[in-house]
């Protein structure tokens, strides 16, 4: 006698998975809305880009990471929004330095920032150009690094490294703009690297521009150098 599948059952199974799965999507949503107010669709347009970043990333994690390193880390989304949406006002110009898939730059873009990235991977810059093409946000990405030309870092003890993982052109000669042009400047370091972002701050952004610096227990707000309440 052959083997017995009972169709119904599982068919009934994939239908729980699949709502389980909108349960948790459904959830995520509501936590990335919660205590955020914002005007007319804005807070869905920004759901749909949230949830095309985590996407991107987890195709990404899957597809290249396996196989061979990568520096791109997705940022935790939510948190860059409630940070953004307290600082954002009319006229303001965002840098974000290693903007990847462009969802923190497009995310700046949509709160009303003047909204630019500059990320050393080529084919993250073109990503992030038709994410935002999809998303109707008119952010730029230019191709380089965010050191501007010249710019060196000695850390404590001498070490000269520019503690960056890589290196090329300056991405502000494409911009057309140096960093001092810049309101808010948005930042996720690799251990070591916030004290150089803190230093090219000091060196070449403006005196009362906004350093946001993401880290693995939340977000750290600069001004001037110090930290923000």
């Known amino acids: 006698m052959g083997k017995r599948t009972n169709f119904g059952f599982q068919k009934r199974q994939k239908d729980i998975?699949?709502?389980?799965?909108?349960?948790?999507?459904?959830?995520?949503?509501?936590?990335?809305?919660d205590g955020i107010e914002l005007e007319g669709d804005l807070g869905e347009r920004l759901d749909a880009l949230c949830e095309a970043g985590a996407d991107i990333f987890d195709?990404?994690?899957?597809?290249?990471?396996?196989?061979?390193?990568?520096a791109f880390v997705a940022a935790d989304y939510p948190v860059v929004l409630a940070t953004l949406v307290e600082l954002r006002a009319p006229g303001r110009r965002f840098l974000e330095w290693g903007s990847a898939t462009g969802i923190i730059t497009i995310m700046?873009?949509?709160?009303?920032?003047?909204?630019?990235?500059?990320?050393?991977?080529?084919?993250?810059?073109e990503q992030a150009r038709e994410l935002a093409d999809r998303h109707a946000s008119r952010a730029r990405f230019t191709k380089g690094s965010f050191?501007?030309?010249?710019?060196?870092?000695k850390q404590p003890g001498g070490d000269e490294r520019l503690g960056t993982i890589s290196t090329g052109e300056s991405g502000y000669l494409q911009l057309g703009m140096p960093l001092e042009e810049f309101d808010v400047v948005f930042g996720y370091p690799w251990p070591g690297e916030e004290a150089m972002m803190l230093d090219?701050?000091?060196?070449?952004?403006?005196?009362?521009?906004t350093l946001l610096i993401h880290t693995p227990t939340g977000m750290k707000v600069y001004r001037g150098g110090e930290l923000a309440a």
Do not use: C
């Open 17 to 33: 998975e699949k709502q389980k799965k909108k349960a948790a999507k459904a959830e995520k949503k509501k936590l990335r809305a």
């Open 59 to 70: 195709r990404f994690d899957n597809d290249f990471r396996q196989n061979d390193f990568h």
């Open 108 to 125: 700046a873009d949509l709160l009303g920032f003047e909204a630019y990235g500059i990320e050393i991977d080529g084919s993250l810059v």
């Open 147 to 153: 050191l501007p030309t010249g710019y060196r870092w």
């Open 200 to 209: 090219l701050m000091r060196v070449h952004g403006r005196a009362n521009a």
